[in-house]
């Protein structure tokens, strides 16, 4: 059954407990219907206090009839809804974005002034393993590393994921026996986006062609691929303590000679791991920027260094390896 699939992963980990104020994010579609349906069946065993948030992005016609249909529902369980209006193609041209790019911008923008305004503690989205699998293969055609295998995390800080472990015909199935009426999405068939053709066209051309439980082969390769990831990790955190000489708020430097004498894939973590301590995110330091700073400082020949972007510089002195941030 999908409830007892759920209260597994709820428990498996650690998702909710007792008197817990879970905002819920709800589009109308299917999943989020599920997602809403299943917290209000455990809301009294829980104690817990519900809320929903909804966002009208103003891109198709069924918008404004899908924000009623979230409202209507809210008001018939009495659970306080929150809609939020926001011109998101306006948006991605403003800040020269894409529209799905944009639109998940604005969405956990949303959920997180929500969460804040009602003093909640957790956010639930109802990505399902369909999800996952769409992630996974979107991550493998950028050319992504281990970390790309990992799919989608069913828990990451407040941000819950209930759903993680039920495919999409479990999901649709429950709505159906549960009359909820959820609301299709149709811009989910416009294969123009990578992920809908990822979902509507190569997903169902492996199951039909070579593999008919390919998602949860993906699982099991994810599943697979975070136990390793995380002991990589683990000798990484251990690593950078054994070799870092100097941490501060805008500068860490690391021995350049122990650098030098590790193997090149915990070179490539430790970097990664660094710039995470500097600022805490990786986010704009590519594979090229990796192979560079391993190539500058294997080199080391005077004082050299390189900017991977507007907010860092690496550079070589004195026998060590400088992270420094730039001042903006």
């Known amino acids: 059954m999908l409830e007892e699939k759920i209260l597994n992963t709820i428990n498996k980990f650690e998702l909710i407990s007792a008197g817990d104020k879970v905002v819920i994010g709800v589009s109308g579609g299917p ?61 991605a041209k403003k800040e020269k974005r894409g529209l799905e790019e944009t639109g998940r911008m604005v969405r956990y923008s949303f959920f997180d002034e929500v969460l804040n305004k009602v003093n909640a503690n957790k956010i639930a989205i109802a990505h ?4 996952y699998a769409e992630t996974i293969l979107m991550n ?30 479990e999901i649709e199935k429950y709505c159906k026996e549960e009359k909820l009426n959820p609301r299709f999405d149709k811009s989910n068939n416009d294969n123009t986006y990578t992920r809908n053709k990822i979902r509507n066209i190569v997903i169902p051309y492996i199951k039909e062609e070579f593999n008919p439980n390919f998602i949860d082969t993906l699982y099991r390769l994810s599943e ?21 000489e100097l941490e501060e708020n805008e500068k860490i430097i690391l021995n350049l000679k122990k650098f030098n004498n590790l193997e090149l894939v915990i070179k490539r973590r430790l970097i990664l791991y660094t710039v995470y301590k500097l600022f805490g995110t990786s986010q704009g330091i590519e ?16 004082n050299k260094y390189l900017k991977p972007n507007k907010k860092i510089k690496v550079s070589i002195k004195n026998k060590k390896i400088i992270f420094e941030a730039e001042k903006q």
């Open 128 to 131: 399902n393993l369909n999800d």
């Open 31 to 91: 999943d989020s219907m599920c997602l809403l349906h299943f917290f209000i069946t455990i809301k009294e065993k829980y104690n817990l206090k519900l809320y929903v948030a909804h966002i009208n992005h103003g891109i198709r016609e069924e918008s404004t009839e899908e924000e009623q249909f979230v409202e209507n529902f809210c008001k018939k369980n009495e659970i306080e809804c929150f809609i939020k209006h926001a011109n998101i193609p306006e948006i």
């Open 224 to 244: 697979i691929s975070k136990e390793e990831n995380d002991f990589i990790e683990k000798i990484v955190v251990q690593t950078y303590s054994e070799i870092v």
């Open 287 to 302: 594979k090229i920027h990796i192979e560079d700073i391993i190539k500058l400082c294997s080199n080391n020949i005077g």
């Open 140 to 169: 493998v055609l950028r050319g992504s590393g281990l970390n790309g295998l990992k799919g989608i995390d069913p828990k990451n800080g407040y941000y819950i994921r209930p759903l993680i472990n039920c495919n999409r015909d």
